[in-house]
T-cell receptor, first 112, second 114 residues
Framework: GNSVTQMEGPVTLSEEAFLTINCTYT??????LFWYVQYPGEGLQLLLK?????DKGSNKGFEATYRKETTSFHLEKGSVQVSDSAVYFC???????????FGPGTSLSVIP | NAGVMQNPRHLVRRRGQEARLRCSPM?????VYWYRQLPEEGLKFMVY????????ESGMPKERFSAEFPKEGPSILRIQQVVRGDSAAYFC????????????FGQGTRLTVV
């Protein structure tokens, strides 16, 4: 079946450090891939997406590239800020009307 | 345009009681999704509804759980005879079309069963 795996957290970084959160997926066909962010006490917000192989999604300094050959969609940011502290979820959707499959989430803490 | 509104934000129920969780979608959105988030876990899909119709309930436990999205009023997730294992955060999301991944999420209802 379809699934999403993420690197385990929590991840703790100093401000301005480089961030990578690994995400790999298992799915037949060509799913769309997503990253969501959940700030404390809040619901999820869509951060970025990619709908086909080699697409790069980007938003707020975050980037992720859809790699079909490695079935990966790693999240990166060149310089994290304290305000980036949150839980990050990788997800896939095969087609519309299909349920979205979420990874378990990776908690990020950025310290000044 | 208000976002997705869920209430209550926190709900405490004793074992055996009923829990009713409400979700008012964004204006103009006719598609609603419910998810459950257990501690230290990601979101698990429960049910997808359009107005007056259940489209996909494959993630709903067969017993004690039900959901509706009437023509008028909010979507309701109902849990009968709650047990400790139902303690979780329940999130609702809404969208104008059938793209669940691009839905807007509410802040969630945190259910605690004591």
């Amino acid at each position: 079946g379809n699934s999403v795996t993420q690197m385990e957290g929590p991840v703790t970084l100093s401000e301005e450090a480089f961030l990578t959160i690994n995400c790999t997926y298992t799915a037949t066909g060509y799913p769309s891939l997503f990253w969501y962010v959940q700030y404390p006490g809040e619901g999820l917000q869509l951060l970025l997406k990619a709908t086909k192989a080699d697409d790069k999604g980007s938003n707020k300094g975050f980037e992720a590239t859809y790699r079909k050959e490695t079935t990966s969609f790693h999240l990166e940011k060149g310089s994290v800020q304290v305000s980036d502290s949150a839980v990050y979820f990788c997800a896939l959707e095969k087609t519309s009307y299909d349920k979205v499959i979420f990874g378990p989430g990776t908690s990020l803490s950025v310290i000044p | 345009n208000a976002g997705v509104m869920q209430n209550p934000r926190h709900l405490v129920r004793r074992r055996g009681q009923e829990a009713r969780l409400r979700c008012s979608p964004m204006k103009g959105h006719s598609h609603v999704y419910w998810y459950r988030q257990l501690p230290e876990e990601g979101l698990k899909f429960m049910v997808y509804l359009q107005k007056e119709n259940i489209i996909d309930e494959s993630g709903m436990p067969k017993e004690r759980f039900s959901a509706e999205f009437p023509k008028e009023g909010p979507s309701i997730l109902r849990i009968q005879q709650v047990v400790r294992g139902d303690s979780a955060a329940y999130f609702c999301a809404s969208s104008p079309g059938d793209r669940g991944a691009e839905a807007f999420f509410g802040q969630g209802t945190r259910l605690t069963v004591v």
